[in-house]
Nanobody, 115 residues
Framework: QVQLVESGGGWVQTGGSLRLACAVS????????MAWYRQGPGNELELVAH???????TYGDFVKGRFTISRDNTKNTVTLQMNNLKPDDTAVYYC?????????WGQGTRVTVSS
């Protein structure tokens, strides 16, 4: 059973930065797309960004150039660099495959952005 372990969340002030990491216990080399998702207080799960095996990236409209997703197939990791964070970015962040979710969700990593 593949496990997903997200880390790197925390509390920051508006305008701050965080770097999230996702460690996948299985190989992601054959996973076409890896993604970060988030679920804010009272909100549904939403897609933040996804990255293809060839490096092509797609971001949610709300990202507006502030985040960068990357993957390392040799280490089976996916990262999300988040800059210029806003209170609306407050959420629990998860990684998984895209589209659909190949694996059981991890515990996520909580990001809190204060105004």
């Amino acid at each position: 059973q593949v496990q997903l372990v997200e880390s790197g969340g925390g509390w920051v002030q508006t305008g701050g930065s965080l770097r999230l990491a996702c460690a996948v216990s299985g190989s992601i080399v054959d996973i076409d797309f890896m993604a970060w998702y988030r679920q804010g207080p009272g909100n549904e799960l939403e897609l933040v960004a996804h990255i293809a095996n060839d490096g092509r990236t797609t971001y949610g409209d709300f990202v507006k150039g502030r985040f960068t997703i990357s993957r390392d197939n040799t280490k089976n990791t996916v990262t999300l660099q988040m800059n210029n964070l806003k209170p609306d970015d407050t959420a629990v962040y998860y990684c998984n495959s895209f589209p659909g979710w190949s694996w059981k969700w991890g515990q996520g990593t909580r990001v809190t952005v204060s105004s």
